[in-house]
C-alpha cells in the first residue's frame, strides 16, 4: 500500500501546479458592443422623475433593460449633478443641427430642466461578466446580475483542493493512456471518461488511428462507455490501455456489461479528462453523447472547444456543456511537444 499513499501526496501536492479557466462562449469572453446615444445635463434636479417618465413614454430603450437612465456627473465641480440619456442616436429624427428643440417634439417631452445634447456611448447588451461590467461602467451605468460562479472560475478559484486532487489524477491516467498508445505509434493522445457522482472512472481510451482513422482519443472513450452499457461496436483487444470498467464492477472488463438497462444515455452527467483539446469531430460526438463537461490539458490549433471553435457553447446545437482548460497544462504540453518531435522524425525518415 505504501506507493499507493505515496502518489496520492504527490498527486495533491503537485496539484497547486496548475490552474482550471473556464472557457466560455464568445458572449461571455468578447469586449462589450457599445452604440452611440444622446445624452442631456439634467440642469434642475427637481424636474428629474418627471423627464425621466415623459422620456420613457418617447423614447423607451426597448430591448435595453439593462441601460440606467440616469447617470450621477463624473466630472467634478459640474454645474449639474445628473446627466439623462434622451434617445440613441438611431432613434433620433433627422436634423441638421443637434438641439433639444430636434430631439424634442413641443407637445413631447418639456425642455425644462434639461441642457444641450451631446453623443455618449452605451453598452449594446448587458453585461455577462465582471470585466464586461468594468468595461461598460466606464460609459455608462448598467445594471449587472453577476454569475458567481463565472465570476469565481475566472479567477481559476472554482476548484476546491480536494477537487483538483481528484481531476490531477484523472488526468494523469489520461497522460498514462497517452503514453500506452504512443508507444504503440498511435499519436500522444489520452481521454478518461469518469462519473463526477461516485468518483468512478468508466472509460479509459487513447489514439488508434493505426486501428482506424476516426479513432481518435476521445471517439474511443465514447466508445467504451457505450460498451460499458452494453452497446458499442468496435473491438478494442488489441489496445490493453483502451477499457471500460463495469458501473457495478471495480474490475476493469473487456466484454459487455449485462446490465445496462439502468444505464444513462451514454455520456449524460459524465466528466471527460483529455490531454488534448479536441477537433470539431471528437467535440460534436461529445454534443452527441451529452457529456456533462470536459477538462483537457494543452490547446490545439484545430481545436473545437475554445480555439477554432467553441461547439460546446453553440446555441443552435440541442446539448451544451461546461469546458475548463489548464489541468496539468505542463505534462500535457511535454505530450505534445514529443508527439509533435516523434511526427516530424518519421516525416523526414519517409523522404
Ligand atoms: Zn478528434
Known sequence: MEPQVKRWKWSVCNSDSWVAYPVLSDEHSQDIELMEAFASPIVNKKETARLVRELNSLYPLSGLQHIKRVRACKEQGSPHPLEVLVCLVSDAPDMEAVSLDSLLPSDGVLHDGLGEPFVVKVPAR??????????????WPTSFHEDKQVTVAMRGELFSPPQKASMHMYMMSALAAANAGKEMGMEAVGAVVVNPATQRIIAVGHDCRGHHPLKHAVMVCIELVAQSQGAGCYSFDRYPACRFISPTSDTCLNVPDAEASSQPYICTG??????????VMC???LVHSRIGRVFYGTASADGALGTKFKIHSQKDLNHRFE????????QCEDLNRSDDHIQKQSLEERR
Not at 448587458?126 to 460609459?139: G, I, K
Not at 469546458?323 to 505542463?330: D, E, M, Q, R, S
Open 126 to 139: 448587458p453585461p455577462l461578466t465582471r470585466s464586461q461590467f468594468e468595461q461598460t461602467s466606464r460609459h
Open 270 to 279: 459524465y466528466d471527460l479528462y483529455v490531454t488534448r483539446e479536441p477537433c
Open 283 to 285: 467535440a460534436m460526438a
Open 323 to 330: 469546458v475548463y482548460k489548464g489541468v496539468l497544462i505542463t
